[in-house]
Nanobody, 120 residues
Framework: QVQLVESGGGLVRTGGSLRLSCAAS????????MGWFRQAPGKEREFVAI???????AYADSVSGRFFISIDNAKKTIYLQMNDLEPEDTAVYYC??????????????WGQGTQVTVSS
């Protein structure tokens, strides 16, 4: 059974930093991409950042230059270093993993989410 488990959320003041982690477990392909999405109250879930197994990454414009995603392939874990946090970053942050199938296509998994709250 595949699981993605996030950790590292919490309450921080404007301008502060947090680091989120997402650890994947189970039988997983070595060819994959993992990323972060977030959902604020009353809003749709939105893309934050993504990284693949070879280290290529991409960011939403709203977080570019403040958030940094990294990967540890041996641990099947990704991290999101969030700096200079703003109240607008307050949301539940979800980890998403897409793992290639040997037969083609890929499987998608989501974590349970971790709350990030930035006070002004």
């Amino acid at each position: 059974q595949v699981q993605l488990v996030e950790s590292g959320g919490g309450l921080v003041r404007t301008g502060g930093s947090l680091r989120l982690s997402c650890a994947a477990s189970g039988r997983l392909s070595n060819s994959y991409a993992m990323g972060w999405f977030r959902q604020a109250p009353g809003k749709e879930r939105e893309f934050v950042a993504i990284i693949n197994w070879s280290g290529h990454s991409a960011y939403a414009d709203s977080v570019s230059g403040r958030f940094f995603i990294s990967i540890d392939n041996a641990k099947k874990t990704i991290y999101l270093q969030m700096n200079d946090l703003e109240p607008e970053d307050t949301a539940v942050y979800y980890c998403k993993g897409e793992y290639d199938r040997s037969s083609g296509g890929y499987d998608t998994y989501w974590g349970q989410g971790t709350q990030v709250t930035v006070s002004s």
